[in-house]
């Protein structure tokens, strides 16, 4: 197997093993495996496995930012509408919320198999919802920010 079907095939299989990894042993992998595995990918020297899992990991940084905001925006909603005496219909219910987090985990896995699948035809794909930090902070130029 010469070097660019093994560093297209790692970068395939990179998210599908995190996202295997996070819900078979530990959910705080989901994060932290990413991180790891860029740089072993980055000693090996496979190219597309270590941008692959870089995208991975900023899009999971990324998710994990954006439901952090909204659930303080969640968090303060509930706290007027506690201190007004009222109601908000899914706020109030905690429907909201768990709308939220089932969107937020369907967007995840599509993204992350859409990454692996590009990743084996040797493309790039840049999530929507990605913001692109850690690009930015390796010095490429991120594409959708």
């Given at each position: 197997?010469?070097?660019?079907?093994?560093d297209?095939?790692?970068?395939?299989?990179?998210?599908?093993?995190?996202?295997?990894?996070?819900?078979?042993?530990?959910?705080?992998?989901?994060?932290?495996?990413?991180?790891?595995?860029?740089?072993?990918?980055?000693?090996?020297?496979?190219?597309?496995a270590?941008?692959?899992?870089?995208?991975?990991?900023?899009?999971?940084?990324?998710?994990?930012?954006?439901?952090i905001?909204?659930?303080?925006?969640?968090?303060?909603?509930?706290i007027v509408?506690?201190?007004?005496e009222?109601?908000i219909?899914?706020?109030?219910?905690g429907?909201?919320?768990?709308?939220l987090?089932?969107?937020?985990?369907?967007y995840?896995?599509?993204?992350?198999?859409?990454l692996?699948?590009?990743?084996?035809?040797?493309?790039?794909?840049?999530?929507?919802?990605?913001?692109?930090i850690?690009?930015?902070?390796?010095?490429?130029?991120?594409?959708?920010?």
């Amino acid at each position: 197997m010469n070097n660019t079907t093994k560093d297209r095939t790692t970068a395939a299989a990179t998210p599908l093993m995190v996202l295997a990894a996070s819900y078979l042993v530990a959910p705080w992998l989901l994060p932290v495996l990413p991180a790891i595995l860029y740089f072993i990918y980055k000693k090996l020297s496979l190219n597309l496995a270590k941008d692959t899992t870089l995208k991975a990991f900023d899009l999971i940084i990324s998710l994990i930012l954006i439901s952090i905001v909204i659930g303080l925006v969640i968090g303060s909603l509930l706290i007027v509408s506690r201190d007004g005496e009222f109601t908000i219909p899914l706020v109030s219910s905690g429907l909201l919320t768990n709308i939220l987090i089932i969107i937020f985990g369907l967007y995840l896995i599509y993204s992350l198999l859409r990454l692996s699948i590009t990743s084996f035809k040797g493309k790039t794909y840049n999530p929507k919802l990605s913001m692109g930090i850690f690009e930015a902070l390796r010095g490429k130029r991120a594409s959708n920010v």
